[in-house]
């Protein structure tokens, strides 16, 4: 029994000497790829504070032109709707123009229809008699 458990010990031995050798190479493959890995990394965090220092830098003349540009946009916005105000109030004006030289017409013919019907009859009646 003593000879089996010798043996049993001295193969458990192998193994977990084998195993602590292959979980030894396991960590060293790990530690190379992670060695590779930490100047990517580097390089990325760096590229993303040189992306945040362009955007804080850009972004207020950004903004700033952004603002005159809306600026422009709402005076333009004024000018047009004062434009066709002004336009409505001469299209108006010129309307009531119209009606009233509507209305002088129709009465100027009126008593022009007025005028040649008397006349037709003061000659018809002349011509009677």
Avoid at 22 to 44: D, E, F
Wanted: overall charge neutral.
């Amino acid at each position: 029994m003593d000879q089996f458990n010798a043996a049993v010990n001295a193969n458990l031995n192998i193994l977990v000497v084998f195993s602590l050798l292959c979980l030894s190479i396991a960590v060293l493959v790990l530690l190379g790829v992670a060695l590779t890995i930490v100047p990517q990394w580097n390089r990325m965090v760096n590229a993303f504070e040189n992306l945040a220092n362009t955007v804080s830098t850009e972004l207020q003349p950004t903004l700033s032109e952004a603002a005159k540009l809306v600026g422009g946009v709402l005076k333009l916005q004024d000018l047009a709707q004062s434009s066709v105000s002004g336009v409505t109030d001469k299209v108006e004006d010129m309307t009531d123009n119209l009606t009233k030289a509507a209305h002088g017409a129709k009465k100027g013919s009126e008593i022009i229809s007025a005028g040649l019907l008397a006349g037709i009859k003061a000659y018809l009646s002349a011509k009677d008699k």
